[in-house]
T-cell receptor, first 113, second 113 residues
C-alpha cells in the first residue's frame, strides 16, 4: 500500500539553526513526493515537490531530494527563521488513478529567536 | 487568481443538527478533494471528484456524511445528523489534473457541541 512516515515532533530550534525533518515512504508504483506546510489557522501550502528519483525540490531555502534507494524525502534548511514556524507534512501521490495525496502525520516546527 | 474558497471558516452547532460545508475550487481545476484533519488521526482523505464525478468515497466515515459536486465550481460536504466526534477541521483542495499539485483552502473549523 501507500504510506508516509515522518519524524515526530515537535521540533524546537533556535533561529539560524540547521533543520532536518525525516520522511520515508512506501508506495505501489512510482510516486511523486511533496512537502506541504501549514501555518497557524491556514490551509496547507505546497512547499516543494519531486517527481522522479534524484530530483531535488527546493523553495524558500528548503530542499528535499527524492531518494529511491532509501525511499526517503528528507526536508532540510540551512538556517531557519522564526517565520518558518509551522507544521510540515510529507506526502505522496501515485501515478495511477487520481492524484489523491497520502500524508504523513505532520511535524510541528517552532523556531525561537 | 483566487485560491480555493471554503465557507464557513468556523461553524459551531449542537449535535443532531445538519451541517453543510461549501467549497469553490480554483477555476479550471477538474479534481476536487475533501479532507478531515484531527489531532488523533491527522489528515484523512474523505472523498474526491474528477470532472464533478465522485471517484472514491471510501474515506467517508459513515452514512451521515455525503458530498456533492453539482458543477465544476461548487461542492458541498454535508453531515446529518452531526455528532461531537465530527469536530475537526475540514479542508477542500483542487488540482488542475492528476499530474499537478493540490491547492488547499483555509479550511472550516467545525465544533459539534
Amino acid at each position: 500500500g501507500n504510506s508516509v512516515t515522518q519524524m515526530e515532533g515537535p521540533v524546537t530550534l533556535s533561529e539560524e539553526a540547521f533543520l532536518t525533518i525525516n520522511c520515508t515512504y512506501t508506495a505501489t508504483g512510482y510516486p511523486s513526493l511533496f512537502w506541504y506546510v501549514q501555518y497557524p489557522g491556514e490551509g496547507l501550502q505546497l512547499l516543494l515537490k519531486a517527481t522522479k528519483a534524484d530530483d531535488k525540490g527546493s523553495n524558500k531555502g528548503f530542499e528535499a531530494t527524492y531518494r529511491k534507494e532509501t525511499t526517503s524525502f528528507h526536508l532540510e534548511k540551512g538556517s531557519v527563521q522564526v517565520s518558518d514556524s509551522a507544521v510540515y507534512f510529507c506526502a505522496l501521490t501515485t501515478q495511477t488513478g487520481a492524484n489523491n495525496l497520502f500524508f504523513g502525520t505532520g511535524t510541528r516546527l517552532t523556531v525561537i529567536p | 487568481d483566487a485560491g480555493v474558497i471554503q465557507s464557513p471558516r468556523h461553524e459551531v452547532t449542537e449535535m443532531g443538527q445538519e451541517v453543510t460545508l461549501r467549497c469553490k475550487p480554483i477555476s479550471g481545476h477538474n479534481s476536487l478533494f475533501w479532507y478531515r484533519q484531527t489531532m488523533m488521526r491527522g489528515l484523512e482523505l474523505l472523498i474526491y471528484f474528477n470532472n464533478n464525478v465522485p471517484i472514491d468515497d471510501s474515506g467517508m466515515p459513515e452514512d451521515r456524511f455525503s458530498a456533492k459536486m453539482p458543477n465544476a465550481s461548487f461542492s458541498t460536504l454535508k453531515i446529518q445528523p452531526s455528532e461531537p466526534r465530527d469536530s475537526a477541521v475540514y479542508f477542500c483542495a483542487s488540482s488542475l489534473n492528476r499530474d499537478q499539485p493540490q491547492h488547499f483552502g483555509d479550511g472550516t473549523r467545525l465544533s459539534i457541541l
